[in-house]
């Protein structure tokens, strides 16, 4: 399940079988270099604070780490129970996967809301609102919701058949993405009738924890070799409304599919209430700035980092981001020393280890660009 790369002389094993959702801040691809990083500095125990479709956090365990996963959605829980928390052979899970197969569609909730007509091609309905599934695919997808609740499964199990059902309803769906807006001519992909399959899971032989907590109740009273942070860092976007750039809000189906709560909804994507603009963003995606005219998300990086116990830190940034590269440098080089940054254009399509320079500096706001900083705490003070 592993492969050999070798980056500035040194080894690192690659996993080759990470899955995932569609997701915006996926790190599939930074997969390589921040395992390389986390090799370096010989670490054991790892949190991946923010961890999302939860791929490094798979390629984490696959490695050998003993592996934290936390997400405040509900969803990502899920994605981490089953991957991390799996200690039987794929196999053990096909007849489960064939008996949701094998249920019956129904008209329910996610139909009502979320699934549409073929339409001579053209997602809008007669309602004025585009779908991002195809009806055919939301029946058999409210027939196999309602049967995983009536299952006597384990918590492992459960999350299991959720996760083989968001994979394959992401196979057939109609959108760019997210739940913030859909396409107006239905995709290719959703024409084609969901399946699901047993996801793509291995032994865990380390023990590994999963928590569904604010990032700094996950750090109180835990001990970390390292820290990887990926903050949902707020659009540079400012004629953006705040709530459509949160993840809750991009992702807002997946929670109603991991929790089948049938919420409230509003607006022409049929968001659920509780991600409305009343209701609170992540601090890491507050786009204001404070009185003291730094980003509030930058002055809450800084208390995360004073926070985490952990000797290394390493830290994810996209140039795409409200916050700028230089202000995250500044608020990390607060805490300790910065043994290395390394820059990832994906419009050259090149990896570049980086001095942090004045020039450099100048240059770092282009778009398409991902950075890595991997930070040596201070020793707390005798």
């Known amino acids: 399940m592993v492969q050999e790369a070798s980056f500035d002389g040194l080894s690192t094993k690659i996993p080759t079988t990470t899955q995932g959702i569609k997701y915006a801040g996926s790190k599939l691809k930074l997969l390589p270099r921040i395992l390389q990083l986390v090799g370096r500095v010989g670490a054991v125990s790892v949190l991946d604070g923010f961890s999302g479709s939860t791929r490094v956090s798979q390629a984490l365990a696959q490695s050998g780490y003993r592996v934290t996963a936390n997400d405040v959605a509900v969803w990502s829980k899920v994605l981490a129970t089953c991957y991390l928390k ?21 008209d329910g909730w996610f139909s009502e809301h979320y699934g549409g007509l073929p339409n001579g091609g053209s997602s809008i309905q007669p309602d004025g609102l585009k ?33 083989s059902l968001m994979l394959a309803l992401d196979e057939v769906d109609s959108t760019l993405g997210h739940f913030v807006s859909y396409l107006a001519d239905w995709s290719l992909r959703s024409y084609k009738s969901m399946k699901l399959k047993v996801p793509q899971l291995w ?32 659009s540079n976007n400012e004629k953006m409304p705040p709530s459509r750039v949160r993840y809750l809000s991009y992702y807002h189906v997946w929670t109603s599919v991991c929790l089948n709560d049938k919420p409230e909804l509003f607006g022409k994507a049929k968001r659920r209430a509780d991600t409305s603009d009343l209701d609170a963003a992540s601090i890491f995606e507050e786009f204001r700035r404070g009185e003291n005219g730094r980003f509030l998300a ?16 390493l830290v994810s940034y996209s140039s795409g981001g409200r916050a700028t590269a230089q202000e995250l440098a500044e608020s ?20 570049a280890k980086m001095k942090w320079t004045g020039e450099w500096l100048r240059d770092a706001e282009i778009p398409n660009r991902e950075f890595l900083f991997l930070l040596e705490k201070n020793l707390p003070s005798l």
């Open 131 to 163: 779908k991002p599934w195809q009806l055919h695919n939301t029946r058999k997808l409210d027939g196999i919701r309602e049967e995983i609740d009536c299952l006597r499964l384990s918590e492992v199990e459960h999350c299991v058949a959720l996760t």
């Open 298 to 313: 930058m002055d809450a990086i800084d208390r995360l980092i004073a926070a985490v116990d952990a000797k290394y830190v």
């Open 203 to 234: 032994i865990n032989r380390e023990h590994h924890t999963v928590l569904h907590e604010d990032i700094f109740d996950a750090v109180r009273n835990r001990t970390f070799d390292l820290a990887y942070f990926d903050p949902p860092y707020g």
């Open 332 to 351: 990390l080089e607060r805490h300790g020393h910065l043994v290395e940054t390394v820059e990832i254009d994906y419009k050259k399509n090149v990896m």
């Open 86 to 106: 799996n200690e039987k052979e794929s196999k053990e899970y096909q007849a489960l996967i064939d008996h949701l197969n094998a249920v019956p569609p129904q």
